[in-house]
């Protein structure tokens, strides 16, 4: 459905991506993972056209996403890093916030109680806002934003930052009973192992600007990358040939 092939990014002399590959088929749920400054958000700036990138390709459903950015836009969702909820906007107002551009009021107010209701937060949150609400909640609030529009494609950028290992979880089993259930594609970036475990049926690790190892989150113990296995076990190895960016 999504697919990256040779994508390269660089910023003056920094080459972030360096001719990555990517797929994403319809109904997976793909977890990106890779240190701090690997370039998985500028991945994800280019995929939602955000960046230009210097060279390569994204297509969607086979064709260009750049020909088809309205379309694609229209059936897209996204959970962000700290929810980035409008503080001056009545949480169902935050999950209604697209729906209001295409439907009545009434009917949009009852989309988003509706969906808060599915991340389980009660009709009494709905006038709260968003600076009334606990992370967790917040949280709770940005994923029934990301799918009040019935998203084919959800993105969570770093779903679990900031919340403590109970709610963490908690986002996690809901992240992936709401992607079970829709049928949705999801693309997740986290550095949280937990996250690609409970959320994850396939990870990428990124690494210089590539795809350094991608697989079943099933194979990812048994891998035999070095890099790879220092990730999951969040050590670093003496003389480590990974570098912070
Ligand atoms: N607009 C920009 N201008 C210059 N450099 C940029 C820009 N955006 C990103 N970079 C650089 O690209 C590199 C990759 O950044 P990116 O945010 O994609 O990393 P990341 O893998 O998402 O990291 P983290 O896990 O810490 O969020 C970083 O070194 C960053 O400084």
Known sequence: MIEVRGLSKSFGAKQVLDGL???????????????????????LRCILGLETPDRGEILW?????????????????????????????PIWRNVAFRLLRKTG?????????????????GPEVADL???????????????ARAIAA???VIFFDEPTTGLDPIRAAAINALIRSIVDETGASAITITHDMTSVRSIGDRVALLDRGRVRWQGDVSQMDHAQDEYLQDFIAGHARPNHSHPEA
């Open 129 to 143: 806002f968003p600076a009334e609400l606990s992370g967790g909640m917040r949280k709770r609030a940005g994923l």
């Open 21 to 43: 590959d990517l797929s994403l088929t319809k109904g997976e749920s793909l977890v990106v993972i890779g240190g701090s400054g690997t370039g998985k958000s500028v991945l």
């Open 105 to 121: 009021k009434a009917q949009a107010r009852a989309i988003a109680l509706e969906k808060l209701a599915r991340v389980g937060l």
């Open 150 to 152: 019935d998203p084919k």
């Open 61 to 89: 459903n086979g064709r260009p996403l750049s020909e088809q950015r309205a379309a694609f836009m229209d059936g897209f969702g996204m959970l962000f890093q700290n929810a980035a909820l409008f503080d001056s906007l």
